[in-house]
């Protein structure tokens, strides 16, 4: 009798931890591994706001610290993109120079833009490109900091121009924000009515894209469509899937005083377009972009 009524007890209490167990293996560590790499760059993020306070604090003149921190950062991430992502840098030669606006395409997490930042360090030992960011960034602790000193700007016309009269490049999306979230596997450009950066260009435009930036990287879901309302990124990022990137550099296009500024905004967009329809077979898959770490591609 007493048998009897514990296998029911013992069946009661086993169902609940097998249930458990399933849980934390089936949904939790699917989960923590979506994760994993996007809260990774969170607390990489982090460590680069740290490291330039350090030196910000150490007894270096203001040069001497500048030339430091941006030799560890540029070694931080490029070591990043080089291990994950395979990142590569084609193109370099339609680099000016002197100065020119770099248009590019809005990955859904930027990091591919800080790759390239990394790259030109190390080639040309300075960082000598401004990069116009959203307002809301500078409203981020610590990141306002870390922009600063990392040549980042809200991208006002006298910014830019200043930045252009120094000899500097400027990097500049204007699809921005709105296409980094509602952008698809297709690669689609949305640049909406923005067309800020033709009253800017005095300089040769160039175009620039990083093969398979979508794969790497996901927004969860509809939660999405909140940046309508709140006009903040509020997003869920996951994945960090390994996948290969390789950033192609396109052909200059030299300024033209004798267009206006909406045909030179639609040369500039039919410009980045071919160099995505040349570069990225579409629409993006997961599956092609991971294996793409396996051969190399030339160079064109």
Known sequence: MNSTISLPYINGEWLPMCLEKYVIYAVLWPLLALTAVPIWIFFYVYLSVFIVLLYKMSSKTKEEAQRSYYFILGNLWDYFGRIWHGY?????????????????????????????????????????CYTVVDQFVFKIPGLKMLGSKLKMITGSKEECLHALKNGDWVAISPGGTREAIFSDETYKILWGKRKGFANVALEPIIPMFTENS???????????????????????????????????????????????????????????????????????????????????????
């Open 214 to 300: 979508r794969e790497g990287y996901k927004i969860f879901g509809q939660i999405k469509h909140l940046y309508e309302f709140i006009r903040w990124p509020l997003i869920i990022l996951y994945g960090g899937f390994p996948v290969k990137w390789r950033a192609h550099i396109g052909k200059p296009i030299p300024y033209d005083p004798n267009i206006t500024a909406d045909e030179l905004v639609k040369k500039v967009q039919n410009s980045l377009q071919t160099l995505i329809e040349k570069n990225q077979k579409l629409p993006g898959s997961i599956r092609r972009a991971l294996l793409a770490r396996f051969h190399n591609k030339k160079n064109e």
């Open 88 to 128: 590569e840098l084609h193109g370099i030669e339609n680099l000016p120079d002197g100065p020119g606006l770099i248009i590019y395409y809005h990955a859904p997490i930027p990091i591919d833009h800080i790759f390239f930042l990394a790259k030109i360090f190390f080639l040309k030992k300075k960082l000598c």
